[in-house]
Structures are given as C-alpha cells and as structure tokens.
C-alpha cells in the first residue's frame, strides 16, 4: 500500500494531471512514484498471471478565481486514459465554492508490466484542487 497527497492548493490545467507532492505513506517496490509528480507506477510483480491494485482516490475541486461557473471534473487515469467510471462531476454555484470528489477503480497489470495511475482534470477549464490523496493498494 502507498499513499500519495497533494496539501497545497494548486491550479490544475485541462487535461493535466494533479501533482502529489508527500508520500505519508511509501509504497513497496511494486508501486512507485517520483516527488511532485501526478503519476503513480503500477508494477506487475507477480508468479501470476496479473497484479490487481485499488487505486482510491479524494480532494477538494473548485472553479478559480476568473473562470467559469460551469460543471468541473477529474478522473482517475490509467496509462494516460480517464477512466469515465471514475469521473467525478460538481458544478459550484460560484467560483471558490469547493467541493469533495472521490472515486477508485480496480486496476489489473499483467505479469512483467507496468501501468501508470494519475488523477486528471476532465473539465473544460483549469481548476484548483487541495487536499488531494491518492492512495494505491496491492489486492492480489
């Protein structure tokens, strides 16, 4: 298991990825991620056919300053790809109006593979986010 957050509040163009600058919690060798970076390695160390993770994750989204008050998202990513099981969607009332988003998704990688997870801004517009967490779990 590894844990990845994003504290600080940081504004997050469309169609990048949010940043997770702590890691509370290391991961094993078979989850991996490099500082400041919005992309967690997923790794297939396995005598089995595949790995199987639960990638879970939570943060505050808001529309900033100067944007559109229209509906926001983000989605958790697997190799670069938003999955739209994962999409979370609020539409604020007014800009600086937070809300809490969540969503996991079960990941399979192949044996001697690897797979990146990230959180992705679905929106039409950048957005701020805080609070993010990010966590990874090896289920199988």
Wanted: glycine share 8%; with cysteine.
């Amino acid at each position: 298991m590894a844990e990845f957050t994003g504290i600080a509040l940081q504004t997050v163009a469309q169609g990048e990825d949010v940043a997770f600058t702590e890691t509370p919690v290391a991961g094993s060798n078979c989850i991996t991620h490099r500082q400041g970076s919005g992309i967690v390695k997923l790794r297939g160390l396995t005598n089995q056919c595949r790995a199987r993770f639960l990638v879970s994750y939570s943060g505050n989204i808001q529309i900033p300053t100067g944007g559109t008050v229209e509906a926001i998202s983000l989605a958790i990513a697997i190799d670069g790809e938003p999955l739209q099981s994962t999409r979370m969607i609020v539409t604020p009332a007014a800009v600086e109006n937070f809300f809490n988003v969540s969503a996991q998704a079960y990941v399979d990688v192949p044996r001697g593979c690897c797979v990146t997870a990230a959180v992705q801004n679905t929106s039409a517009q950048a957005i701020e986010v805080q609070n993010s967490n990010l966590i990874a779990v090896r289920e199988a």
